[in-house]
Structures are given as structure tokens and as C-alpha cells.
């Protein structure tokens, strides 16, 4: 086989195959030591639980809502993310002045503004939404402030001199210049829109996966319990993979994304 095939199978093999090293480790290890189910279930019997979750219809509807509270969350955080990072990288004495104010509620605890959204909003969908909003929108903006002030003036020299119109620079420079920063928020932003939502739920929720761990861990159904963590991975993995693909899709010249096809081919 050739190095690139091997290349190109290796993600596709090795993931999986240590995902079954390990758990074969953790189901012997469980069983050797005689674990109770209540501390740490074995692998075959959180399966067989999330079997059963998988065909129960109320689990789809809790996962409908998470992924819809994620996803509108995250399109806040992107919407509102670019047009305050575009300011701020455009107008400096701006930037300066809200600067430390960033940087405050960048180090604040999110997770403590959660009870104050849900005495606000309510424990419906919206605090749920602002949530994910919330945490995604700080890596997303400052990327883009990143971007924006990244461009090279010789670059914009370059194009006045060229006479280039308003979207020729738009399109030829900024955007080239920007987008890859952009993406490189979202991949993170997307992370932490999951994380919002789940603590949302967990924390103020009557709905939603993350409501389900609670019901499942007073329940004291810790099978159902890693069950439902599986299913947040998935959705979590599902929801990353369509940030990556879109970022594959819109600068297939960068090199943080041709650079990676060459190291897998």
C-alpha cells in the first residue's frame, strides 16, 4: 500500500480502532474489578442503553432542540461577531476604548450569567440561544478584529493604484484576506456554542440533551447517563465537521486547508 492511500485511511482506521482498544481495556477492567454499574458501566451495557435511546422518539425531540439552540446561537455569534469585529478593526480609538471591557468579560466566568438569562429570558429556547451566542461570539469577533487588522497597506496601496473599485477590494482582498480568520473563529466558536447550549439546559432547562443528563443522573441511570454523552459527542462532531467542510469549500487557496489535503495525500 502507498504511503498516500495509507495516508488518506489512516484517519479513517485509527480513530475507530483505538476507540475499540480502549473500550475493550475499559470492559475488561470494569468486569475484572467487579465495578458497579452505578460508578462506571461497562462499555457493552452503555451501548445497549443507547440503543434504546436511539429508537426512543422524545430522545430525537430533546436533540431536535439542542441542535436548533446551537445552531441559531452560532449564527448569532457569527452575524453579530463580524460586524463588531469589522468596526472595531476599522476604527482604532473604538478598539482601544472597548478593549478593556473585552478583556472583562472575556475572563468572567460565562457559566455565571447563566441563572441571570434564565430570570431574564426565561428556561425556554431563548436563554439558551444567548448563551451559545455568548461564548462563541468572543473567539469568532476577535478573529476577525484579527483579520481586519492584518491586511498588508501595501496590499491596499497595490489595489488603488490599480484603480480597483470598492468590491474589487472587497472581493480580491479583504474577503481573501479576512475569511480565513473568520473560519478560524467559527471552528472554535462552534465548540463553544455546543458547551453554552448543554450548560444552558443543564443548568436552566427543561428541554434538550443537556436536560436529559440531569433526568438520567437523578434517575441514577449512569449507563443512560454516558449514553446521552455520546449523543452530545456526535451532535457536537456533526456540527464541527460541517464548520470544517464549509471552511474546505470557501478558501481552498489557503494553506491552512491545502496544506492539510497535502499531508493527508
Known amino acids: 500500500m502507498s504511503s498516500s492511500r495509507l495516508g488518506r485511511l489512516l ?47 422524545e430522545v430525537w425531540s430533546h436533540a431536535w432542540i439542542t441542535a436548533s439552540e446551537i ?49 431574564w429570558f426565561g428556561f425556554g429556547m431563548s436563554s439558551k ?56 473563529g467559527m471552528e472554535t466558536g462552534i465548540v463553544f456554542a455546543v458547551i453554552g447550549a448543554i450548560v444552558g439546559e443543564y443548568l436552566g432547562g427543561n428541554e434538550g440533551l443537556g436536560y436529559m443528563v440531569v433526568r438520567t443522573l437523578n434517575q441514577l441511570d449512569a449507563p443512560g447517563l454516558f449514553g446521552v454523552v455520546v449523543l452530545l459527542a456526535v451532535l457536537g462532531l456533526v456540527l464541527y465537521g460541517a464548520v470544517f467542510i464549509l471552511k474546505r469549500f470557501l478558501i481552498p487557496w489557503h494553506e491552512s486547508v491545502y496544506a492539510q489535503q497535502g499531508n493527508v495525500a
Request: proline share 8%; hydrophobic share 60%.
Open 11 to 57: 484517519p479513517w482506521v485509527g480513530a475507530p480502532l483505538l476507540i475499540v482498544v480502549l473500550c475493550t481495556i475499559w470492559e475488561v477492567s470494569v468486569r475484572a474489578f467487579d465495578v458497579s454499574t452505578l460508578i462506571l458501566p461497562p462499555p457493552s451495557l452503555i451501548a445497549e442503553r443507547l440503543g434504546e435511546l436511539v429508537q426512543d422518539p
Open 71 to 119: 445552531i441559531m446561537g452560532f449564527l448569532l455569534a457569527v452575524v453579530l461577531g463580524v460586524l463588531v469585529g469589522v468596526v472595531l478593526g476599522k476604527v482604532a480609538w473604538l478598539e482601544m476604548t472597548v478593549r478593556p471591557i473585552i478583556v472583562l468579560l472575556q475572563v468572567v466566568p460565562k457559566v455565571a450569567f447563566v441563572p441571570l438569562f434564565v430570570i
Open 129 to 184: 440561544v444567548i448563551i451559545a451566542a455568548m461564548l462563541a461570539f468572543f473567539p469568532i469577533m476577535l478573529n476577525v478584529l484579527l483579520g481586519v487588522k492584518s491586511i498588508d497597506p501595501g496590499h491596499r496601496d497595490v489595489m488603488t493604484a490599480l484603480n480597483a473599485g470598492k468590491m474589487q477590494r472587497f472581493t480580491n482582498l479583504d474577503f481573501r484576506s479576512v475569511m480565513p480568520y473568520l473560519l478560524a
